[in-house]
């Protein structure tokens, strides 16, 4: 299997991204075991840069080491998901009253953009295109917040937040109710209306940790 799509990055790097998409997007599950053995000569490399791979993901909490398992995929718990939308609702809540300050025209255009072509996406019903849409809807938001420091941060959660997005928009009952969240959210920072953006957003986030851990505890 060809994961050379980067000549510039080391190979742990390369095998660490490939293995963190396969995660995150679900290929591999929660549970799932990482044979380095069986990675190795699926991948075509040596089992160091597999071994340091792991290491990195492990790190990420998206893998964990089980005595006399070894590797395998970290489950989607409760309480994982729950310190991550916690986080992201306080920062994400702020992102929202900074835009609605600050956004200009161009900016409040590029958010609506983006909700335009995150419905179209969801009308494909392509998951990963859905999720890709998602974020970039969100981060027009942040963006429109011009805060660095902010959006720095909202960055660092944003794999672990793919992998809880992902199993979201799998869950096709919550499609309607994401397009309405979505123009809610919008309308509110268009109207610079700093109380109704913030609650449409809590309620977005809140209806997102229900769905979620609706789908992991089936």
């Known amino acids: ?3 050379y799509n980067d000549e510039y990055l080391p ?3 390369t095998v660490f991204l490939y293995l963190r998409k396969k995660i995150l997007t679900g290929e591999l599950k929660p549970g799932e075991r990482l044979l380095e053995i069986k990675l190795a000569e699926t991948l075509g490399v040596s089992r160091t840069p597999i071994r340091e791979a792991i290491r990195k993901l492990e790190l990420e909490g998206l893998v964990i080491i089980v005595p006399r398992r070894g590797a395998e995929v970290a489950n989607i718990t409760r309480k994982s998901l729950q310190d991550v939308l916690e ?3 306080s920062l994400e809540i702020l992102a929202i009253e900074l835009a609605c300050d600050r956004a200009n025209d161009e900016a ?7 909700l ?3 419905n179209e ?5 392509e998951y990963t ?4 849409a998602d974020e970039a809807y969100h981060d027009a938001i942040i963006e429109a917040a011009d805060n660095l420091r902010l959006a720095q941060l909202i960055s660092n959660l944003r794999e672990q937040m793919y992998r809880f997005r992902f199993e979201y928009v799998k869950d096709t009952q ?6 309405e969240e979505h123009k809610a959210i919008f309308d509110g920072i268009a109207g610079r209306n700093k109380a109704v953006a913030s609650a449409a957003m809590k309620e977005h986030i809140d209806h997102q940790e229900e769905s979620i851990l609706r789908v992991i505890e089936e």
């Not at 996406?121 to 019903?125: F, G, I, N, R």
């Not at 919550?174 to 397009?179: D, G, L, T, V, Y």
């Open 1 to 3: 299997m060809d994961i």
């Open 11 to 13: 190979l742990r790097d």
């Open 87 to 89: 986080v992201r609702s």
């Open 108 to 114: 409040i255009s590029k958010i609506e953009e983006k």
């Open 116 to 118: 335009n072509a995150f």
């Open 121 to 125: 996406a969801l009308d494909k019903a």
């Open 129 to 132: 295109e859905i999720c890709y």
């Open 174 to 179: 919550a499609h309607k109710i994401i397009r």
